[in-house]
Every structure is written in structure tokens, then in C-alpha cells.
């Protein structure tokens, strides 16, 4: 009888054990499953990256090439209104490639570069041209909510270390020295920028703005545009007045006066350019006729353009990817310097 129980518990044993080891190759097997499938999704979600990346840069590409054949063609050393109907140009070309694709939308635009102020400063009277940026920075600070009493005297302190660091200012030791002593340290360029991203580099006034304020006041807030919207160092000028961006026109008006003066001045610029069909010439008459007091902040300006800016996107959902490009043009042999900045 004893022998009859014992051999009972000992087949119970048997099959706990027996249970517990296919518990175990199940979970074996599970894991391994997981593995496999993990891998087939990466492969095949890498798979799809790679399509969607090839197809992307060649859509990208290509639209870059149209852009560059329709400004050799249509807008190197012409007037405003040929840079005006190249974009509608460009924009068209984009709308009727994206409908043909099966997936995905194409974007972008063709801007003229010389309708932003040239931060380098190499063109025109050097007095004007600081007075210019002092204006578009004040106004700029008093759009964002940053202005003060104090806000035309940071600006100008401001606008003498951007010339310093792009080697056309006076006095910069004091700047020189605080590069060095920064953590880390480094030597200031005295070269011309390269990238707007150097002018958060800049130092900038005691007191003045943080960095979270010029960070807004660099890169905009909403509707509201910021200074890498309206300055360039792509473009040496001069600006050119047919498509100049209507907070830097603003900017031609003494800070001293008021917001409603710079809108009439920049609405009597808009009026102009169209009684003149942006003909070379019109804006020095303009010119002419305002008071006294806006000789100061009245720069040289130009009628055409020689240099754009592409952007381009494209998403299909999955992938998205972006260039842009700009193409410096010669209005004496026509030809165009090809610069391209990357995705």
C-alpha cells in the first residue's frame, strides 16, 4: 500500500516538473519570437527610411534645379516684378509636381535675399547702415514686448559688437576680452558671418535682454517675425527696395518717432513702388522728398536681384526632409554661382 502512494506522488513530481520545463521552452520560444519579429519591423522599417530618404533628396534636388533654371532665366539683373512672377513661377512648378506624386506633398519657395537687411554690412554709407539695424532691433523688441527707455542705447552697444565681430568695428578690445575669458574661450573672427546662428554668439549688453528673451527675439514668436527672418549673410547688397520685407523699410524711420509714422512711411513706400512698377530709379526720388530728419537712416538701396533663397520640404507622413539653397547670380555674364547649404 505504501509503494502505491509513494508511486503516486512521485508521477505528481514527474509532472511538475515536465510542466515547468514547457513553461520555461515557451518562454524560451517567446522570447525568441519577439526577437525575430522586433527584427523583421526594424528591417523593414529601415527598409522604408531608405526608399523614403532617396526619393525625398531626389525630389528635393530636382526642385532645387528648377529654381536655379528659372532664376538664370527669368530674374538675374531684371527688376522687382520679374522676382515677383519667378516665385509665382517656382510656386506653381511645386503645386503641379506634388499633385503627380502618389505620396507625399512638396513645398517651398523662392525668395529674393536682398530683401533682407545684409548683417555683414560691407555695402553702403557704414553710419546708415548701423542706424538701420539699431531701428529694426528696437522695433523688433518693441513688437516682442522687450521695449524700454533704455531699448535704442542696447541696440546701438549691440550693433557695435556685431561690427566687431564681423571686422568692421572700432574699439573691441572689451569685446576680445570677454570672448577670451568665456567658458570656454575663444578668439572673436573679425570675418564676416556665415551663419546667423553667430549672433547669439554676440555679446550683448549688460541689462539688456536674457537668453531666453533674445532667443524670441531671434527666432520670432507666432505672426510676429524675428531677426533671422529679416537679416542675411548670404547677401552682401544692396537691399533691394521692389521686395524689401516691410519691418526693415520700417526700420528707415528715425526710432525717435512713432510706430504709426514707420506704417505711413512703409505704406508710401508700397504706394511707390507700384505708381513706378519698380522701375531703377524711383526710390532716390522718394527719397528726396522726406523730411530731414530720415537722411540719417535712409540707406542705398538697389532696384533688382542677383541672389536667392530656395526652400523646399517634403513629407509623406513617415519621412520628411527639407533643403535650402541659395544662388548668387552675375546680371553682366548671367551666369550663376551655385551655393547649396544642405538639408
Request: glycine share 8%; proline share 3%.
Amino acid at each position: 500500500m505504501n509503494n502505491k502512494f509513494a508511486r503516486s506522488e512521485h508521477r505528481e513530481d514527474e509532472k511538475g516538473v515536465v510542466l515547468l520545463i514547457v513553461l520555461i521552452l515557451m518562454l524560451f520560444v517567446a522570447v525568441i519570437a519577439t526577437d525575430i519579429i522586433k527584427s523583421s519591423r526594424y528591417d523593414y522599417s529601415g527598409a522604408v527610411y531608405l526608399k523614403n530618404t532617396y526619393a525625398g533628396t531626389a525630389l528635393l534636388e530636382s526642385a532645387a534645379e528648377t529654381a536655379q533654371g528659372l532664376f538664370q532665366h527669368n530674374a538675374a539683373g531684371e527688376n522687382g516684378t520679374a522676382f515677383i512672377e519667378l516665385a509665382q513661377n517656382f510656386n506653381s512648378t511645386l503645386i503641379n509636381t506634388s499633385s503627380l506624386l502618389e505620396a507625399g506633398e512638396l513645398s517651398g519657395k523662392i525668395e529674393d535675399e536682398e530683401s533682407r537687411f545684409p548683417i555683414n554690412m560691407h555695402s553702403g554709407n557704414a553710419t546708415i547702415m548701423k542706424n538701420v539695424l539699431t531701428g529694426l532691433l528696437v522695433n523688433l523688441c518693441d513688437a516682442h514686448g522687450f521695449g524700454s527707455s533704455d531699448t535704442e542705447g542696447y541696440a546701438r552697444n549691440y550693433v557695435d559688437s556685431v561690427c566687431c565681430w564681423t571686422g568692421n568695428g572700432t574699439l573691441c578690445d572689451n569685446d576680445k576680452d570677454d570672448y577670451r575669458s568665456a567658458d570656454p574661450g575663444f578668439t572673436m573672427p573679425e570675418r564676416p558671418m556665415v551663419t546667423l546662428d553667430e549672433l547669439l554668439l554676440i555679446n550683448r549688453p549688460d541689462g539688456w535682454l536674457n537668453d531666453e528673451e533674445f532667443g524670441t527675439l531671434f527666432h520670432g514668436s507666432g505672426t510676429i517675425p524675428g531677426l533671422k527672418d529679416l537679416v542675411t549673410p548670404y547677401s552682401d547688397g544692396p537691399m533691394n527696395i521692389n521686395t524689401l520685407k516691410r519691418e526693415v523699410v520700417m526700420a528707415f524711420v528715425p526710432v525717435e518717432l512713432s510706430k504709426d509714422d514707420r506704417l505711413n512711411f512703409y505704406d508710401d513706400v508700397v504706394a511707390g513702388r507700384a505708381d513706378n512698377k519698380g522701375n531703377t530709379g524711383w526710390f532716390k526720388a522718394f527719397a528726396a522728398q522726406q523730411p530731414a530728419t530720415y537722411k540719417k537712416y535712409i540707406p542705398e538701396v538697389g532696384y533688382s536681384s542677383e541672389t536667392a533663397r530656395v526652400t523646399i520640404q517634403f513629407n509623406n507622413g513617415i519621412y520628411s526632409s527639407s533643403l535650402m539653397e541659395v544662388f548668387k547670380g552675375d546680371s553682366k555674364s548671367g551666369r550663376i554661382k551655385y551655393k547649396k547649404y544642405g538639408y
